[in-house]
Nanobody, 124 residues
Framework: QLQLVESGGGLVQPGGSLRLSCAAS????????IGWFRQAPGKEREGVSS????????NYADSVLGRFTILRDNAKNTVYLKMNSLKPEDTAIYYC?????????????????WGQGTQVTVSS
């Protein structure tokens, strides 16, 4: 059974950093593209970043470009999202999604399976 578990969220001051992890189990991890998404209260889930099966292809939303970095470690079945220079508008629940494909973009409709999410709050 495919399972994704996000962790690493928390409360951080503006300008601070966090590293989120998406740990996968129950499937052949290196056959799946992985995406990070976020959803703030009252808003739709939006794509933040995605990474191809090899890790060589990445996508970023304009709002996080230059501040966030996505990486994957196929040996550990884990994808990371390193978030720097955090802003209050980054506050949301962050989810990772998996798609049986070598690469995917930032539309939530491209992903079939989801984790339960981890809360990120950026506030002073």
């Amino acid at each position: 059974q495919l399972q994704l578990v996000e962790s690493g969220g928390g409360l951080v001051q503006p300008g601070g950093s966090l590293r989120l992890s998406c740990a996968a189990s129950g499937f052949t991890f290196d056959l799946y593209a992985i995406g990070w998404f976020r959803q703030a209260p009252g808003k739709e889930r939006e794509g933040v970043s995605s990474i191809s099966t090899s890790g060589s292809g990445t996508n970023y939303a304009d709002s996080v470009l230059g501040r966030f970095t996505i990486l994957r470690d196929n040996a550990k079945n884990t994808v990371y999202l390193k978030m720097n220079s955090l802003k209050p508008e980054d506050t949301a629940i962050y989810y990772c999604g998996a798609a049986y494909s070598s690469s995917r973009g930032l539309s939530r409709h491209e992903y079939d399976d989801w984790g339960q999410g981890t809360q990120v709050t950026v506030s002073s």
